[in-house]
């Protein structure tokens, strides 16, 4: 019986522990991605390339190619952040990056996914983190990531908690 309390004890503060950090690293992967999203800027890509295709599993995906035009120094220093990033910064040039994505069931579908990240003018919006001008994406920073942490952790701390009380019941009764 004694063996079962402590290893109940122990499995709640583990639980709430862990909890604890789960929540924590999702506030601070809230914060990079913020810190991330604030600097970020958007800029027009010229579509080169886009491809609709068939994978081997049958589902449908597509694939863009497009450049874009980027001044790191320049955007850095209208961001005053020069002390920040101290490395060498390029002078504006082009970018070529290639972005797929979807899981579509018809090619129809498919195409359509991929024609929504077009503009009306057939281009696409780039976010560029001006930090790493040749990552361009199609969307910008954010992911579950830090809800998941957050959420999970949240409930392995509850979860702890629980054990926490029916191990106090147990005791006083």
Do not use: H
Request: with cysteine; proline share 3%.
């Amino acid at each position: 019986m004694r063996g079962s309390l402590l290893g109940n004890l122990a499995l709640g503060v583990f639980l709430v522990s862990v909890g604890c950090v789960l929540v924590f690293a999702g506030f601070e992967v809230a914060a990079y991605e913020k810190t991330i999203a604030d600097r970020e800027v958007t800029v027009e890509g010229e579509v080169v390339e886009s491809e609709v295709y068939q994978r081997p599993d049958g589902n449908w995906t597509w694939e863009v190619t497009y450049e874009y035009y980027f001044d790191q120094k320049a955007e850095i220093r209208a961001q005053d952040l020069q002390e920040v990033y101290p490395e060498e910064m390029a002078e504006g040039q082009t970018y070529r990056t290639v972005e797929t994505g979807g899981n579509s069931d018809t090619e129809g579908e498919a195409r359509v996914a991929m024609e929504d990240e077009f503009g009306p003018d057939g281009n696409v919006t780039v976010y560029v983190d001006p930090f790493f001008p040749d990552e361009g994406a199609l969307s910008a920073t954010g992911s579950l990531a830090p809800r998941l942490l957050q959420y999970g952790g949240a409930l392995l701390i509850a979860i702890g908690l629980l054990v926490k009380g029916r191990l106090a019941r147990r005791i006083t009764t």
